[in-house]
């Protein structure tokens, strides 16, 4: 390979061909086109590959060879452009070979073929590499379509001292996408610090965000720094940039132009070597409209947006999610539940208004109840029940279905409304419940009565003047009578309940 058309640090087109008058051709096409290249001969093509990182694609000329057919075969990360290449059918079969250029050359297939190449390296699976674990934080978990472009964006912006603005609904791990650019920059050594700017009153944010002096205001007994000054080197996160107030918004503005603050009270500039990263679920360009956010910020922060999916738009990340948030709690807390395949199935259909915020809570409350456990679709609370599922209903002992009746009987009774210290005052009272309950007695026949089957006759009563009231819409029966849609379903199929034909 000449030694003047060394690969440099810029992407380029490696031409590998024999026939000097050719390569000489392609060479005059793509310096027209504005492209960068190097030229090499079949033989000199394994030495060229050794720098393969800056080679953005491979232009093959000339009758192959066992060595540069074996060059497609074992690069498959380098897309390949064929020209004048006679056996063809050799390299059937190869998806890095992108296409075959026609002759002679023209300029708006080459172009669009360059584009091709840029899109195959764009699109690579190799971000479980160049990401490794112990960067990827689990909110980013996933393999949808959605999921992977955010990791590409990161992974763009990241080396970049471009500010970034994460868009996207609560819940959806916008500080997680802005611990992932820190981490990933060259500011990584450097501080992350997080502000979340709806949750400071106005009149403290300046005080926050630029410290302040001894004595700037009531209650300033020392200096302080603030956020700007602890990220210095580092990345500041500002959470909520929507809710900051317009005041501060000239601020932060003349902030991120001049590069200098003041702490509140001080006249000393100091300056801020900061990285801004902003994250908001509001519409900003609907609040320009309004008038409530300043639009020359807006431009400044969004330099390169990153927006943060719904849960509910990559439900088929909710497994990985599942299995990644069950590792951390029992991490943390030394016991984990596990989720059946229906259930599983049910929270996939769960709309997630929350997003991935309401799915760890919903884990948490799991296992606090269900501990160690195996949970289904029929332990799930009531709004995450979105499949039929029959529920398991287990056989006791007639002595325990008898005690089961007891209790039942006696679970309205509160022991402690009856106070014995007052039964000589109340003797009337208690007189006349006296002959109240001997009039309920009454209701008993005299010769007695089964009282399972006599209950069995009332649920199915009460049961069949539920559903006829909602028109057997089961969901807003079972609601009615205070008791799941499953086992309400279960009961139906125990007693034959069925809707009239």
């Known amino acids: 390979m000449n030694s003047r058309m060394h690969l440099s640090g810029h992407k380029q087109i490696l031409i590998i061909d024999n026939e000097v008058s050719r390569a000489h051709q392609m060479a005059t096409v793509l310096s027209f086109v504005g492209e960068h290249f190097v030229q090499c001969t079949q033989e000199q093509a394994g030495e060229a590959f050794k720098e ?26 380098m897309p390949f452009l064929l020209h004048d290449v006679l056996d063809v059918n050799a390299l059937n079969g190869y998806v890095n070979v992108i296409a075959s250029l026609s002759t002679p050359l023209n300029y708006a297939q080459l172009t669009e073929l360059i584009h091709h190449c840029h899109q195959y390296h764009n699109k690579l699976p190799r971000l479980g590499e160049r990401l490794s674990s112990s960067a990827l934080f689990r909110s ?28 996207g609904e609560s819940g959806t791990g916008k500080e997680v996408v802005a611990r992932n650019i820190h981490n990933l920059s060259e500011r990584a050594k450097g501080t992350f610090v997080p502000i ?19 004595g700037a205001f009531t209650g300033a007994i020392s200096t302080r720094k603030g956020r700007f000054e602890l990220a210095e080197g580092g990345t500041l996160f500002l959470d909520e940039i929507g809710d900051m107030p ?33 994250a908001t679920h509001q519409n900003l360009e609907e609040m320009i409209k309004e008038g409530s956010f300043r639009e020359d910020l807006y431009y400044r922060l969004n330099v390169f947006p ?13 497994p990985l999610l599942l299995k990644e948030l069950l590792t951390r709690f029992e991490h943390e807390q030394n016991k984990t539940v596990r989720f059946t395949e ?19 809570n919903l884990i948490e409350r799991m296992l606090i109840m269900y501990g160690d456990q195996i949970v289904d679709v029929a332990e ?11 529920e398991y209903t287990p056989e006791y002992p007639e002595e325990l279905q008898e005690q089961d009746v007891i209790n039942e009987l006696f679970s309205g009774f509160d022991y402690d409304d009856y106070d014995d210290t007052e039964s000589n005052e109340n003797s009337n009272d208690l007189a006349g419940e006296s002959k109240q309950t001997s009039s309920n ?61």
């Open 52 to 77: 393969s990182e800056h080679v953005l694609t491979v232009i093959l000329s000339g009758a192959l060879t066992a060595a540069t057919a074996a060059l497609v075969k074992s690069n498959p990360k």
């Open 441 to 501: 007695a009454s209701l008993l026949p005299s010769d007695g009565l089964n009282l399972k089957e006599h209950l069995a006759e009332l649920e199915v009563s009460l049961i069949s003047q539920s559903l006829s009231k909602h028109d057997f819409v089961v969901a807003r029966a079972a609601e009615t009578l205070g008791m799941r849609r499953t086992t309400l379903v279960e009961k139906m199929r125990k007693y034959d309940l069925q809707k009239p034909t």
């Open 306 to 318: 990153i927006e943060t999916p719904a849960l509910r738009e990559r439900k088929e990340d909710i």
């Open 196 to 214: 979340n700017c709806g949750a400071i009153p106005a009149e403290l944010l300046e005080s926050e965000l630029f410290g302040h002096e001894k």
């Open 380 to 390: 799930l609370p009531y709004k995450y029940q979105h499949i039929e599922v029959e």
């Open 246 to 278: 317009q005041p501060m918004q000239v601020k932060l503005l003349r902030v991120l132009q001049e590069r200098t603050f003041e702490r509140v009270g001080g006249s000393k500039s100091l300056k801020a070597n900061v990285r801004i990263i902003a």
């Open 342 to 360: 229906k259930a599983i199935e049910s929270l996939m259909e769960h709309p997630w208004r929350g997003n991935v915020r309401e799915l760890s």
């Open 140 to 167: 980013l978990v996933g393999t949808s379509k959605a999921m992977n472009e955010v990791r590409f964006l990161i992974e763009q912006v990241a080396k970049t001292p471009a500010s970034v603005l994460v868009l």
